[in-house]
């Protein structure tokens, strides 16, 4: 049972289950800086300490989740974030029926189509449909911070170069 801060034991904390408040825009619904803040929450009460690599990116996960949702899908309208069996889930609800598209960037041309792709390289990512009422996307990351743990398997890790002589 979370406290009066929402914190749940360290194991997790729950805002907004839906129809309470987290519309769009027009309804002061969450924003990605409040949904980062309740992930690093949650994971700076996590014992023993969570890796900051692992910390950095649940918080860059929420917050392109919630970016999401405002941006394309009318608001967020739950979001949850829960930490257990070695890893952390983060769950965002809105009220569109529409799936979430991988948009190609175009850094030239606009703004934008970094996230969903970023969010499905750093996180196991599930899409639940809520028929009429939208949808909650589940992304959960491990508390170790082996990165290549759901990393595209076509992904190549950049190498170190040694330095060349007289750099350091």
Do not use: C
């Not at 009066?4 to 519309?23: A, F, Q």
């Not at 941006?71 to 949850?80: E, I």
């Amino acid at each position: 049972m979370p406290d009066e801060d929402g914190h749940d034991g360290g194991h997790g904390i729950e805002g907004g289950n839906k129809g309470e408040g987290l519309g769009g825009r027009g309804g002061g619904g969450l924003r990605p800086g409040e949904a980062r803040a309740r992930v690093y929450d949650a994971l700076l009460a996590v014992r023993p300490p969570v890796d900051v690599l692992v910390l950095a990116d649940a918080v860059l996960v929420a917050s392109e989740l919630v970016s999401n949702a405002v941006r394309h899908a009318g608001g967020v309208t739950g979001f949850r974030v829960s930490v257990g069996d070695g890893e952390v889930e983060i769950s965002v609800s809105d009220g569109s029926d529409a799936m979430p598209v991988a948009r190609t960037p175009r850094p030239l041309v606009r703004e934008g189509g970094y996230g969903w792709g970023l969010v499905r390289r750093l996180a196991r990512v599930e899409v639940v449909e809520e028929p009429g009422s939208g949808k909650t996307v589940r992304a959960r990351l491990p508390l170790t911070s082996a990165h290549s743990t759901y990393e595209h398997p076509g992904f190549v890790p950049a190498q170190r170069k040694p330095p060349r002589s007289g750099e350091r």
